[in-house]
């Protein structure tokens, strides 16, 4: 994952509409109102969001766009937050966290929105699924489904096997919860469509162009290897990627690697034998397997998370083995496409969204959830910039504590505390 690395080798960059190559930042630019690091969902919304309203807007970004966990993700667009509501109960009490989840059901709204009004082709489907293994985890989820409609008016349905395997060809999970309002998306084509929106509002991508230093102030300057941006207010919406830019957001998110197969394409009949109602599906375990079906018919199959920057040994004989323990039918299907990104983990799951200093806004810590949240984030951020702040405020009271360990340590703890809990998904 260097600098100069092209998009990496999965099934979306394959399948994608190419947007062509955007300039590389050279010399000062001094005219712009905002200047956004990353071309992810955040910083694409944040940029499209402000742009409609008027503002002059730079993004920089140190890949190409969508190359983050913009362009690789599972594709799942959840309805919530990477950390349980109850967490955001405990955290800023229960009123607090009702409005945060009414803001996330809004963010849902808002994503179908966008895609329908700039008529990004991303394919989008109707339908998630989370689906329990263990007996444990079907008591919780069925409590959770009760908490969800008594204390935020969510109606979750609950399907037993029987149910469940009308609609999914396997027999692993003992039943589960259907979210009509979740789904899922091809997540490049929709950063893609983000861009082709922004740019047609008036906002400059470059590309090529990592921020190596922000330099605080009244008016904040990001500085590339070849040029120089000046604004009224920054955005750091740049994930786990951040090197160095902001330590103080860097030490509140670790990078947990997590990894996709593509299997070849099944065919459209026993494509949708496998999942006939072409839902998105997760499991709950902690390091979690999820899956959904591409537009070309074929098994997109999410799992297995790592700590360090190289991916795990046997990759692909681990992807085979998960795939299998779900569908053993597909033994004959090969896998066509390998691919992993970085989550931006923050300790207790809770999105972290806020400001450094007046006029510097940043968003991370989705947590394995952004696909809809990043949207909201951007979204916020724009209504903050535009004097409107009180939701993001909200967010902002989040409490966030570094993790652990400080930048050297924080990994081997992660790496202690995962395999406490992948020895309870083996359990329990
Ligand atoms: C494999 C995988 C599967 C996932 N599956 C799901 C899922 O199914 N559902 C779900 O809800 N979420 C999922 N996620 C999480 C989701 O993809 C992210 O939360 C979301 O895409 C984050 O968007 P972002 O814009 O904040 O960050 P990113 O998309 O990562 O964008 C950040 C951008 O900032 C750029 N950048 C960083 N530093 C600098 C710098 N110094 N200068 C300039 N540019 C910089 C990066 O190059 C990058 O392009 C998954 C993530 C991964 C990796």
């Not at 109602?277 to 375990?285: E, G, I, L, P, Q």
């Not at 795990?312 to 681990?318: A, C, E, I, M, S």
């Not at 939701?391 to 360990?405: E, Q, S, T, V």
Request: aromatic content about 10%; overall charge neutral.
């Amino acid at each position: 994952m260097a600098d100069d690395a092209p998009y990496p080798p999965s099934w979306y960059a394959a399948s994608a509409t190419p947007l062509p190559e955007q300039p590389v930042l050279r010399g000062v630019l001094e005219d712009a109102d905002v200047c956004i690091l990353g071309a992810g969902y955040t910083g694409l919304t944040a940029a499209l969001e402000l742009a409609e309203a008027g503002y002059r807007v730079v993004v920089l970004e140190a890949e190409r766009i969508g190359w983050g966990a913009s362009g690789r993700n599972g594709g799942q667009a959840i309805v919530g937050y990477g950390c349980e509501q109850s967490t955001l109960e405990g955290l800023l009490g229960r009123d607090a966290a009702r409005v945060l989840f009414d803001v996330s059901r809004e963010g849902m709204d808002r994503l179908r929105a966008r895609i329908a009004r700039h008529a990004i082709d991303c394919d989008w489907r109707d339908g998630h699924a989370h689906v329990p293994i263990k007996p444990r985890q079907e008591r919780a989820l069925r409590g959770y489904i009760e908490h969800m409609q008594e204390r935020y008016d969510y109606p979750l349905q609950w399907w037993d096997r029987r149910r469940l395997r009308d609609e999914l060809e396997s027999d692993r999970y003992l039943g589960a919860v259907y979210d009509a309002a979740s789904g899922h998306l091809h997540p490049l084509e929709y950063a893609f469509g983000l861009a082709r929106a922004a740019l047609a509002a008036g906002v400059r991508i470059f590309e090529h162009s990592r921020v190596v230093e922000l330099v605080r102030g009244a008016k904040p300057r990001m500085r590339t290897a070849h040029g120089e941006v000046a604004a009224g207010f920054a955005v750091i919406a740049g994930n786990a990627w951040l090197r160095g830019v902001a330590p103080e957001l860097e030490s509140r998110v670790m990078p947990v690697g997590t990894y996709i197969a593509a299997t070849a394409p099944l065919g459209a009949a026993r494509a949708r034998h496998l999942i006939r109602n072409d839902m998105a599906v997760a499991d709950v375990n902690w390091a979690l397997d999820y899956f959904r079906l591409g537009r070309d018919h074929r098994l997109l199959f999410g799992g297995r998370a790592s700590y360090s920057s190289f991916p795990p040994p046997n990759l692909r004989g681990v992807m085979r083995r998960r795939i299998h323990a779900v569908f053993p039918q597909l033994d004959d299907v090969p896998i066509e496409y390998l691919w992993g990104g970085y989550v931006d983990i923050s300790l207790n799951r809770a999105p972290h969204w806020g400001r450094l200093a007046p006029e510097i806004y940043f968003a991370q810590g989705f947590s394995g959830h952004g696909v809809a949240s990043t949207g909201l984030a951007g979204r916020l951020i724009a209504e903050a910039i535009r004097g409107q702040s009180e939701r993001l405020d909200l967010y902002a009271k989040i409490p966030h504590a570094p993790f652990p360990g400080g930048r050297a340590l924080r990994t081997p703890l992660l790496v202690a505390a995962m395999a406490w809990y992948r020895l309870r998904d083996a359990l329990w």
